[in-house]
């Protein structure tokens, strides 16, 4: 089956940058959307960006500015710079694509990267 394998989490202090990576693996036919969610303890998970294949791009309002997603279809991966990251950034971050196997489409999820900011 086609998997997420999600890396570049870890402890970063407030105005810090981490950049995640997510590598897609598996029998498929292609790829199409790719995006990062983010989910904090007893809170709902949120989209923080999404980026299709041609390269159009969404952001949510409290992540624009600072984050930058980025892929690069060759390797199958996604990218999440995280520049000037904040408190209130920390979280579990998620990645998901939606790809196309022998059965159709699917979506599947990365099982998430913690990234802490410290104050």
């Known amino acids: 089956q086609v998997q997420l394998v999600e890396s570049g989490g870890g402890l970063v202090q407030a105005g810090g940058s981490l950049r995640l990576s997510c590598a897609a693996s598996g029998r498929m036919f292609s790829i199409n959307d790719m995006g990062w969610s983010r989910q904090a303890p007893g809170k709902q998970r949120e989209l923080v960006a999404r980026?299709?294949?041609?390269?159009?791009?969404n952001y949510a309002d409290s992540v624009k500015g600072r984050f930058t997603i980025s892929r690069d279809n060759a390797k199958n991966t996604v990218y999440l710079q995280m520049n000037s990251l904040k408190p209130e950034d920390t979280a579990v971050y998620y990645c998901n694509a939606d790809v196309y196997v022998l059965t159709g489409k699917q979506e599947v999820w990365g099982r998430g990267a913690r990234v802490t900011v410290s104050s």
């Open positions: 980026i299709i294949k041609g390269g159009t791009t």
